[in-house]
């Protein structure tokens, strides 16, 4: 067999791409299917939001949002008419239940924890695990294959097995419900994940620049800031997006281990009640609001995780 033909390529046929294309447009649809129903259910009213057969066509309403960001009290009509006109949209929503704004609901202070607990793992995540994965890449460490299992086999602990212990730990070290603790407890699990992935995109950078700059009078920590840092920014962008999307869903330890001043948005938004029981579209227009961030984020960084996901699959 000739060269040529060793390394040609069989193009896929027209049949095969309209296949394939099928495939990738059901699955396409069947999950962004209930992101949609999540975002309608948040412009329902909590009847709509309950209704059998499910309302598909419904008027829509604010409700959902204005009883996510406050508090309501149920007042007598007269009470209500004393007050004067609404001041704005959900003033005027929820005296049409003969209820009242009593003041701000719980969900931002969670949210912007989110926010703290989240993007502060991740940097220290992607800080510790580059300076690991360079060690790794271009040392000699002794052991060093079964220390990258050891680290790795960390991820694969599920986080019950070893949810008592921290939870006692913490409890002793004073970090319970706090955001120090969370920001610890995930920059620990996800740093593994980090090694791995910016360990192969270290290697794949030619030892040669580091030489070259060094014998230019850079020092080894010169050579890395200067020449391999900026070649490894695509490796660091998706390592962080893959790292911020488990800090960001984490609900397990986040359950556990806050309860009031660090509890993040996922253990909270469950918990949302209104009359009579849950407040669906409150919980719907919190799911929808907690989405957007790691949505824009993942959108801005779209390439670089694209890389991340298929790093290695094609060798020159």
Not at 5 to 15: F, G, I, K, L, N
Not at 247 to 258: G, M, Q, R, S, V
Request: hydrophobic fraction near 50%; glycine fraction near 6%.
């Amino acid at each position: 067999m000739s060269l040529t033909s060793a390394h040609s390529v069989v193009a896929p046929s027209p049949t095969s791409k309209r296949v394939a294309g099928t495939i990738i447009v059901l699955y396409a649809l069947i999950s962004i299917v209930p992101l949609l129903w999540i975002f309608a259910t948040s412009f329902k009213t909590p009847p709509d939001s309950i209704a059998y057969p499910p309302k598909i066509l419904f008027q829509p309403s604010l409700e959902g949002y204005c009883n996510l960001f406050s508090t309501r009290t149920r007042q007598t009509p007269e009470y209500i008419n004393s007050l004067g006109p609404a001041t704005g949209v959900c003033d005027e929503t929820v005296r049409k239940r003969n209820m009242v704004i009593a003041g701000p609901s719980n969900f931002m202070p969670r949210f912007i924890n989110s926010l703290i607990i989240a993007f502060g793992s991740t940097f220290c995540a992607v800080f510790l695990g580059t300076l690991s994965a360079y060690g790794f890449s271009r040392f000699k460490v002794p052991l060093a294959d079964d220390l990258l299992f050891f680290i790795l086999s960390t991820r694969m602990m599920p986080p019950i097995a070893v949810a008592i212990p921290i939870y006692l730990m913490y409890r002793e070290l004073g970090l319970s419900d706090t955001a120090l603790g969370m920001i610890l407890l995930y920059t620990a699990v996800n740093v593994s994940l980090a090694v791995w992935l910016l360990k192969g995109f270290i290697d794949e950078i030619p030892r040669e620049y580091e030489e070259a700059a060094m014998i230019d009078g850079y020092t080894r920590l010169q050579a890395f800031w200067r020449t391999v840092l900026p070649q490894a920014t695509t490796g660091i962008a998706a390592t962080a997006i893959f790292c911020l999307i488990f800090a960001w869903n984490e609900y397990a330890f986040a359950a556990l281990l806050t309860s009031g001043t660090a509890q993040t948005a996922p253990p909270f938004i469950p918990t949302i009640i209104g009359e009579g029981g849950q407040d669906w579209p409150a919980v719907a227009a919190g799911t929808t609001i907690f989405l957007v961030p790691i949505l824009v984020f993942t959108i801005l960084l779209r390439k670089q995780l694209l890389r991340g996901i298929t790093f290695g699959a094609v060798r020159k």
